[in-house]
């Protein structure tokens, strides 16, 4: 069983040439529908439009590299908004430089030879809410899943013979 990834990703090959895929792409995002996007040189930015929008809707990163036999090779990586992740981030190593502070109380506390209950409490509050913070990660990812089928099945679409 695979472990679960806080971004999700994908890779395959396809025929066509990159230029061709981003192409077929743009076609795809012209003719309307829930995603919307951004279509760069090698790379593909999708998610869904306005409307559609949540505080949990992920984006969909697509890299897209010469393949094989001329062919593409589209490396997809699924993540939540850019600025949710910065938090997400943020708080993590909030936690876990607090963590180490905390622990450094510990030891300092049963060096001296005093009480480490509070301590002991700071570090178990420390680690809790950074576990809940990394946890949280994983409850968006399911909240998300079937937007994050969207924007695959709009790639997969627009990819299609």
Do not use: C, N
């Amino acid at each position: 069983m695979q472990r679960p990834r806080a971004r999700p990703r994908f890779s395959f090959e396809h025929p066509l040439a990159p230029d061709a895929v981003i192409e077929r792409v743009r076609v795809q995002l012209e003719q309307g529908g829930p995603v919307s996007g951004s279509v760069f040189r090698r790379t593909l930015l999708l998610t869904l439009k306005e409307e559609h929008r949540h505080f949990w809707t992920p984006h969909l990163d697509v890299q897209l590299d010469a393949g094989k036999d001329g062919g593409t090779r589209v490396d997809g990586t699924f993540a939540p908004h850019p600025q949710l992740w910065t938090i997400f981030v943020a708080v993590q190593f909030l936690f876990g430089l607090l963590s180490v502070a905390a622990g450094i109380f510990v030891a300092s506390r049963l060096m001296l030879g005093h009480d480490p209950t509070l301590a002991l409490v700071t570090l178990a509050v420390m680690l809790f809410g950074g576990g809940f913070s990394y946890g949280a990660a994983y409850v968006g990812q399911g909240i998300g899943s079937e937007q994050m089928y969207e924007l695959r099945a709009f790639l997969d679409a627009a990819l299609r013979d």
